[in-house]
């Protein structure tokens, strides 16, 4: 996450508050409505995407607002995730609760839970508890649902392809190497779950020793070896023991050889090209990594 931007005041008649947080008339209006006088407390927004994400302060307390343009699907993602997947979690105030959401507007308002995200505490991110929380956590979501999908992984590796013919930096005989191994995939029914799509440190916090999920822009129904693909290519790399404390926790290991061999590599592919669209150089030369890692599976 960005470090935080200075805090702005509340909207006042000389204040302009599109140029200060990324609301646009329409979103800025809504808001208002639902929370009249707010404060903007801090800006927690990117700034790689057009997503803008707002800890703001009312007469009823403190919210998150998230609002994006009209051609980013994150926020209508995160409403649907709302409204249907996250009873197990508000059962043990494990995630927000949604207050208000507008799907045309491309707006919504969340409770504010405390704590700070664990990717920026170095003892959290480095302890074995943090992962089995999470774990256990993640199987609480996954566990609440599941259906068989035939076509699941032909439209996986579609994207994977997708994403390989839009411009990027990856050479012309990495481009060959990762197109040929994914035809190499075979496209099995797969059970898919509720997932999180980016269960990573950066999306979870950590209040008195307790772990809770925070962002649920990339929820989507996958398989749930999905949500450990960008653990393992991170966290877990040369960290043996908290991969093991995490699957303590999640209560068993979901991946399959095959398809979480094919699962890496679009994953790799997709952090690749997205990184370099959005000019994220860092997370570009993991996406490198990653593919590299990947073909070194086949």
Same mark, same amino acid.
């Given at each position: 996450?960005v470090?935080p +931007? &200075?805090?702005?005041?509340?909207v006042? $008649?000389?204040y302009? $508050?599109?140029v200060?947080?990324?609301l646009?008339d329409? *979103?800025?209006?809504?808001?208002s ?18 997503t803008t994400?707002l800890h703001l302060r009312a007469?009823?307390?403190?919210i998150?607002?998230k609002a994006?343009?009209?051609a ?12 249907r997947?996250?009873g ?5 105030a494990?995630?927000?609760r949604? !207050?208000h959401?507008?799907?045309e507007?491309n707006v919504?308002?969340?409770s504010h839970? $405390?704590?700070g995200?664990v ?5 959290a991110?480095a302890d074995p508890?943090? %992962?089995?929380q999470a774990?256990a ?17 032909? &439209?996986?590796?579609a994207?994977? !392809?997708? =994403?390989l013919d ?5 050479d012309p ?13 075979e496209h099995?029914p797969?059970?898919?779950? $509720?997932?999180h799509?980016d269960?990573h440190p ?14 649920l822009?990339?929820?989507a129904p996958r398989?749930?070896w999905?949500?450990l693909?960008?653990l393992? +290519?991170q966290?877990w ?6 991969? +093991?404390?995490?699957?303590?926790? %999640?209560?068993?290991?979901p991946r399959?050889p095959?398809?979480w061999r094919?699962? !890496? ?6 952090t690749?090209? =997205?990184?370099y669209?959005?000019?994220?150089? *860092?997370f570009e +030369?993991?996406g490198h990594r ?6 070194d599976? %086949?």
């Amino acid at each position: 996450m960005v470090a935080p +931007r &200075e805090p702005a005041p509340g909207v006042g $008649p000389s204040y302009d $508050p599109r140029v200060r947080i990324g609301l646009s008339d329409e *979103q800025l209006t809504l808001v208002s409505t639902w929370f009249p006088g707010f404060e903007v407390v801090t800006d927690h927004s990117w700034g790689l995407v057009d997503t803008t994400v707002l800890h703001l302060r009312a007469d009823s307390g403190d919210i998150v607002v998230k609002a994006a343009g009209p051609a980013n699907h994150h926020i209508t993602r995160e409403i649907v995730a709302h409204r249907r997947w996250t009873g197990p979690w508000l059962a043990t105030a494990s995630v927000n609760r949604l !207050l208000h959401a507008d799907a045309e507007l491309n707006v919504l308002a969340l409770s504010h839970l $405390p704590g700070g995200l664990v990717l920026d505490d170095p003892h959290a991110v480095a302890d074995p508890d943090t %992962y089995r929380q999470a774990g256990a956590l993640l199987a609480a979501f996954h566990h609440q649902h599941r259906v068989v999908s035939e076509t699941h992984e032909a &439209e996986a590796d579609a994207k994977a !392809l997708a =994403w390989l013919d839009r411009e990027h930096r990856v050479d012309p005989a990495t481009v060959v190497a990762l197109r040929a191994a994914i035809a190499t995939h075979e496209h099995q029914p797969v059970e898919l779950v $509720p997932t999180h799509g980016d269960w990573h440190p950066r999306n979870w916090l950590l209040h008195e020793g307790v772990v809770s999920v925070i962002d649920l822009g990339r929820a989507a129904p996958r398989p749930a070896w999905t949500d450990l693909a960008r653990l393992a +290519r991170q966290e877990w790399q040369g960290a043996e023991h908290l991969e +093991r404390a995490f699957l303590a926790g %999640y209560g068993e290991d979901p991946r399959e050889p095959a398809p979480w061999r094919a699962t !890496l590599l679009r994953e790799a592919v997709g952090t690749a090209v =997205w990184a370099y669209q959005v000019g994220d150089e *860092q997370f570009e +030369r993991q996406g490198h990594r990653m593919i590299r890692q990947a073909l070194d599976l %086949y």
